[in-house]
């Protein structure tokens, strides 16, 4: 049995197109002294430091772990490079609890970030490589068609995604740190914007921000004497799969099922819409909710738009997803994944502020990354498992 | 009095250009407040002068300009900047003889550090700042900081400060990594066969075919057991119309989508031409549309596009 762990500290930077204002250094330590001011404690405290972020062309930084070792109070200490594309800061954030739960370390500093307007993400991820061609125009340009391929396999209504894109910029609006701010956003202004690749529409995507997460991750005795309350981490998992192989599900990845199957079975969910209070979810395109509602159990196959259309999903329904936002608000790609379990954990802490769910006592993190291959999760609690 | 032009254009008119100049220039005595400002500049200080309400003009004056009061005696000269802040602007698209850079720049009225009031100088933005519209970077509020010119090039005037410019806030990063790329055996045999228009996949031991052509199933990472000749017809499976253009496709709206050649149980990646993107859904029956011979390169691949196979039992083979 592994030893006990807990989120005690969370930090987070304003998301912005821009942080022009901070070097990448500047932007990772406004997280990570956030999250050590909530947890009561400075850099000396911290036994390990691991460091997430997404591919790095994005940035043209190499070994971001080098680089900002002794920007993160990392000096003389392990220092360890997490890299699964998007899915890298819930994956960040799982190996962080890895620490904590295998006994090696008692208090672990996890960092993700991301500072995109130092390049272009879709340049990043269109890289025409030698003996092929490359025919997908960055992370829409390839999700498109299996979002197409689930509209044909549920029947669902074209409205669905405009439903989620307005409820989650809704859902922006009461938190401090989100990127975009629409006041006023209905489907109908969802609908009205530009057709990208179909059948994503211009406010159906992400935005692409400067921004840094960051997490205290502490044992048992450490969670006790921390100033404010802790998330008990009741299960993490993390799974992968190629991007093409015969017989794969690309809207259903088999990664998706396992992984939350897993992290279940770890945090004692048999049914994740009855046993959850809320769920921040990686919908980096608004047809990712229905997705992941049947990937993650929440809907059983081909229903997941119905859940969304019945507003089960919106705050204020019986399991919101992403009421801080979510991807659709808020893109430092890296720090992505890590903001969603981050946000988990504020929910169980009590601490969401404006977005807070009353009484959520159990709450999802999810990442997913790549051509939907990696897959992070964990379960929080506000009690000791 | 010159008279270069006697009035061609509008005969009768008489046109003359005419210079009114003092020789060698007008003095100015500076007195002590304004001396001081300008000996200090000389030397390379920037001082500006207190008011006894307690505010630092920049440049100094010989009063308070709000109401006239005079200054403290004797007054007391504060450092200010060199870095100050924007206050207000105006673009100089196409600047004139007299100005002071001979390229685009601003007129910005500049509050440096320590002072309370603005002095309006030149902000320089380079040679290649454009002429059509202010650099985006241009804002109430950006840092910037005096430019002075050399020391032996001072003479204690205002143009002692050359220009301002823009704090550095940012470095440009313009490293490279330059790789070469083999493609593997499998790869080599797949684009070669293409050239002669054949599609080349391999059968895992389980039996099911992949394409392209590899060496070992991504399922398990077993070798394969066989390879397979594919034909250039199957079924669209999904697709995407882009409306967001690309370098590599620059007319919009394209269409990308997965075809699953006949026999294969993998999908293809390919462009969908030959019908209007509307008309374009899952299912349709597609043929590869091969590169001319000519062409084709063993560097890529030779099939340039997938278009609907029209007709019973079009299997048309490739060229």
């Known amino acids: 049995m592994s030893r006990s762990a807990a989120v005690i500290g969370v930090g987070q930077t304003r998301y912005r197109s821009r942080r022009d204002d901070v070097s990448m250094p500047g932007l990772v330590r406004e997280a990570a002294l956030r999250a050590l001011d909530d947890a009561g404690l400075g850099f000396a405290d911290i036994d390990a430091v691991v460091l997430g972020k997404a591919p790095d062309l994005f940035e043209g930084v190499a070994m971001p772990d080098l680089f900002l070792a002794d920007a993160l109070g990392a000096r003389g200490k392990p220092l360890l490079r997490v890299h699964t594309a998007g899915s890298v800061g819930g994956s960040t954030a799982v190996v962080a609890a890895g620490h904590v739960h295998s006994g090696a370390f008692r208090r672990v500093l996890a960092v993700a970030w991301e500072k995109q307007s130092e390049s272009n993400a879709t340049w990043a991820l269109t890289m025409a490589h030698p003996f092929s061609t490359s025919l997908v125009v960055g992370a829409g340009g390839y999700f498109a068609p299996f979002i197409r391929a689930y509209i044909e396999r549920s029947g669902a209504p074209g409205h669905i995604g405009h439903l989620v894109a307005a409820k989650d910029r809704r859902n922006a609006l009461r938190n401090p740190y989100a990127h975009l701010r629409i006041p006023d956003i209905t489907p109908e202004a969802v609908a009205a914007t530009p057709m990208l690749w179909e059948p994503i529409r211009y406010l159906e995507t992400c935005p692409s921000s400067d921004g840094a997460c960051a997490l205290v991750i502490a044992g048992e005795e450490e969670a006790r004497a921390a100033p404010r309350p802790p998330a008990w981490i009741l299960g993490s998992a993390m799974r992968s799969e190629p991007m093409t192989f015969a017989g794969r599900d690309a809207v259903d990845p088999r990664a998706g099922r396992d992984c939350a199957a897993d992290v279940y079975a770890q945090a004692g969910i048999a049914d994740p819409r009855r046993d959850l209070d809320a769920a921040e979810v990686y919908v980096p395109f608004s047809w990712y909710e229905p997705m992941w509602l049947e990937n993650l159990g929440f809907a059983a196959p081909g229903e997941g738009w119905r859940l969304t259309e019945s507003g089960a999903t919106a705050a204020g329904g019986d399991i919101p997803w992403n009421p801080s936002g979510g991807v659709l608000s808020s893109n430092p790609i890296g720090a992505s994944g890590m903001i969603r379990f981050a946000e988990a954990a504020q929910q169980v802490r009590g601490l969401a502020g404006g977005h807070q769910v009353d009484g959520a006592r159990t709450a999802l993190g999810h990442a997913y990354g790549a051509g939907s291959q990696f897959f992070a999760m964990w379960v929080v609690g506000a009690e000791r498992p | ?319």
């Open chain 2, 1 to 319: 009095m010159r008279s270069d032009r006697t009035g061609e254009d509008a005969p009768g008119e008489l046109v003359g250009t005419h210079t009114v100049r003092f020789p060698g220039g007008y003095t100015r005595s500076t007195g002590p407040v304004i001396g001081r400002f300008l000996t200090e500049l000389r030397d390379g200080r920037l001082v500006g002068v207190r008011t006894a309400a307690g505010r630092v003009l920049f440049p100094p004056v010989e009063y308070d300009p709000g109401d006239g009061a005079p200054l403290p005696d004797p007054p007391e000269f504060p450092e200010v900047g060199p870095g100050g802040t924007v206050r207000t602007w105006c673009w100089v698209g196409a600047p004139r003889p007299a100005h002071p850079l001979d390229h685009p720049f601003a007129w910005a009225a500049v509050r440096l550090d320590g002072a309370d009031t603005a002095v309006l100088h030149a902000l320089d933005f380079g040679p290649d700042a454009p002429a059509d519209r202010p650099p985006a970077r241009l804002r109430t509020g950006l840092r910037v900081r005096a430019r002075l010119r050399p020391e032996d090039e001072r003479t204690g005037s205002i143009t002692d400060i050359r220009c301002f410019r823009p704090e550095v806030d940012r470095i440009i990063d313009d490293r490279r990594l330059d790789y070469t790329v083999r493609a593997d055996a499998a790869l080599t045999r797949y684009l070669e066969a293409q050239l002669h228009g054949r599609i080349l996949g391999s059968r895992t031991r389980g039996g099911r075919v992949h394409v392209p052509l590899r060496d070992l199933d991504p399922v398990d990472g077993t070798p394969m057991a066989g390879e397979v000749e594919l034909p250039g017809t199957g079924v669209l499976t999904t697709f995407s119309v882009n409306h967001v253009p690309d370098p590599r496709a620059p007319e919009v709206p394209f269409v990308t989508g997965y075809v699953r050649l006949d026999g294969a149980d993998v999908d293809l990646l390919a462009l969908i031409s030959g019908v209007e993107p509307e008309k374009v859904h899952a299912g349709m029956r597609v043929r590869a549309e091969w590169l001319p011979p000519d062409e084709r390169t063993r560097t890529r691949p030779s099939i340039r596009w997938f278009v609907p196979d029209q007709g019973a039992g079009a299997e048309e083979g490739p060229r």
